[in-house]
């Protein structure tokens, strides 16, 4: 019910917010708005409203919408309303009306950005784990430990930052520079050559393509910041020290250490420690009982110090929101392109069904993840129907183009081949991301 709820959530407000971007230019426009639909299909439910008394409709098929304008092409037009058809208006202005509906998802997308920006987002540090022998990774250099700080100039705050830059940098198959933070405190640049990463690669776990064993090497038990009421800190813990071992038995990462507190409620520990400071120390730490989940578990008031919450001010926010919404549409133009050219895989296509899934899993991990899910399926939507495929936004840009070059509109014999083709494109194109849905859910 949570996938169900928040897929209809998900798909209802892209379709209102991309019609209403058609409907408002229209109306600022002076062109008569017929109808505004949810849905294609017969309409299960209407109302009308305002001067025009425009026809709000729900309508059966949930997978889109549409704006119905008063047109001469789709029917009679009195003399008196011929001003306010859409076909009467100027190539600008009919543009300007095709165009607001993307550009309505690609705001849409950089609203989004700018609350999870300003909010928080949670991540983890984008700490190196094992790196593969015989690897990119490994020829480049870099070491377990090591701390990733910058790529190609972009900063990477989280392993979330860093894979999302390093993707669009693979892409080019050119050498990538790194800068990071070494385990000894010092800085270097590494230099990653990508040529060797195959198509098929990016579909996968590229970073292990390339040798970032992330997931091989539990990040070492180092405490992050302490609870002023915790226990920890009444024991005389600090941020930044390094726990060895607790009660003779060695920790040699943070997991191990969580599973130790959680395990001895109530019930004293004796830490081995390295001080941030130096040295080597012996500490009592009894962790405090809760109740959670129903079951009754230990905790010592320690942050982990591999998880990061990077938030902006309103104005930086908003810049990198408007930045992301921006790469993340040359990335999808960029994707689309090379899938065309077979360079990358058509498998990267995804359908209802998949957009549905991970609607669900972002509702379920949280807001945040949920809201960022929905601003990238925004922008998709958007970039999606500026391609230059009849039936789509695009397509009647695309018309319009031509009617500029030519000094005349496009014949309705030409529309109408254009609209074969492109509902045959746009099906080829749903069967294949249908296909793949299919086969991840056969796959796992």
């Known amino acids: 019910m949570t996938t169900v709820a928040a897929f209809v959530l998900a798909l209802g407000l892209l379709i209102i917010v991309h019609e209403f971007g058609h409907y408002l230019v229209a109306r600022w426009c002076n062109v008569k708005v017929l109808r505004f639909s949810i849905g294609f299909g017969p309409v299960i439910a209407r109302r009308r409203s305002g001067r025009d008394q425009t026809e709000w409709a729900l309508s059966a098929v949930p997978l889109g919408g549409y704006v119905k304008m008063l047109d001469e092409r789709e029917g009679e037009v009195a003399p008196h309303e011929l001003a306010r058809a859409f076909n009467r208006q100027s190539v600008a202005r009919r543009c300007a009306i095709v165009l607001a509906g993307p550009v309505a998802n690609l705001l ?75 385990a000894r405190g010092d800085y270097a640049r590494r230099q990653l050559v990508t040529a060797g990463l195959k198509s098929e690669q990016l579909d996968a776990d590229f970073l292990q393509a390339l040798g970032f064993l992330r997931s091989a090497q539990p990040p070492p038990a180092l405490l992050g910041e302490l609870s002023s009421e915790g226990a920890a800190a009444r024991a005389g813990l600090h941020s930044g020290d390094r726990v060895i071992a607790v009660d003779g038995r060695a920790v040699t990462s943070w997991n191990e250490l969580v599973d130790v507190i959680r395990g001895h409620p109530a019930l004293p520990l004796e830490f081995e420690i390295e001080r941030a400071a130096g040295g080597e ?90 809201t960022t899910f929905l601003a990238l399926i925004s922008i998709s939507l958007g970039v999606l129907n500026l391609l230059p495929i009849p039936l789509l936004d695009g397509g009647h840009l695309m018309y319009y183009m031509l009617e500029i070059i030519k000094g005349s509109p496009v014949s309705e014999h030409v529309m109408e081949i254009g609209q074969r083709i492109g509902m045959g494109v746009l099906l080829l194109l749903m069967a294949c991301a249908v296909y793949n849905d299919i086969s991840r859910l056969i796959n796992g």
């Open 281 to 370: 120390a012996r500490v009592k730490v009894t962790p405090e009982a809760i109740t959670e989940g129903g079951k009754t578990i230990g905790r010592a008031g320690i942050m982990n110090p591999y998880l990061v919450d990077v938030r902006y001010a309103p104005l930086p926010a908003l810049r990198l929101a408007a930045a992301r919404t921006w790469e993340t549409s040359a990335f999808s133009l960029r994707m689309l392109g090379k899938m065309v050219i077979g360079e990358v895989s058509l498998k990267n296509l995804s359908g209802p069904i998949t957009i549905a899934d991970y609607a669900g899993q972002s509702a379920q991990i949280g807001w945040i993840a949920y």
């Open 108 to 182: 849409l997308a950089i609203a989004l950005y700018w609350i999870t920006f300003m909010h928080g987002v949670p991540g983890i540090k984008p700490v190196i784990g094992e790196i593969a022998a015989h690897s990119a990774a490994a020829e480049a250099g870099f070491q377990a430990g090591e701390v990733i700080d910058s790529i190609k100039g972009a900063k990477t705050e989280t392993w979330q930052d860093a894979r999302w830059v390093l993707l669009q940098q693979a892409m080019s198959r050119q050498p990538i520079e790194f800068e990071v933070h070494t």
